[in-house]
């Protein structure tokens, strides 16, 4: 069994800065590759971003590329997700999630979650 859990989420103006981190336990976290994901009032939960299990491997959605920075410290078995330049349209929870196999951007593919953490943006 593997613990994930989220920090880092607040409220933030516009145009600001937040680090969110995504601490692991229970098992060895390099053998992971992981994602976090996003969820809104009234929608469904989306990809963000996604991480390869050594880290040399990254990929984006859309809507933050540019903006968020996924990144990883297998020796301190910790996630993070840089978010820059946030928006009032970033405003969700943002979830943490690993996986076995390669990586990947559909939510039901992770085999464990985090609880989350919420980010608001204010215009």
């Known amino acids: 069994q593997v613990q994930l859990v989220e920090s880092g989420g607040g409220l933030v103006q516009a145009g600001g800065s937040l680090r969110l981190s995504c601490a692991a336990s229970g098992r060895t976290f390099s053998s992971y590759g992981m994602g976090w994901f996003r969820q809104a009032p009234g929608k469904e939960r989306e990809f963000v971003a996604v991480?390869?299990?050594?880290?040399?491997?990254?990929y984006y959605a859309d809507s933050i590329k540019g903006r968020f920075t996924i990144s990883r410290d297998n020796a301190k078995s910790t996630g993070y997700l840089q978010m820059n330049s946030l928006k009032p349209e970033d405003t969700a929870v943002y979830y943490c999630?690993?996986?076995?196999?390669?990586?990947?951007?559909?939510?039901?593919?992770?085999?464990?979650w985090g609880q989350g953490t919420q980010v608001t943006v204010s215009s």
């Open positions: 991480i390869s299990r050594s880290g040399g491997y990254t």
């Open positions: 999630a690993i996986r076995s196999g390669t990586i990947a951007t559909m939510a039901r593919e992770y085999d464990y």
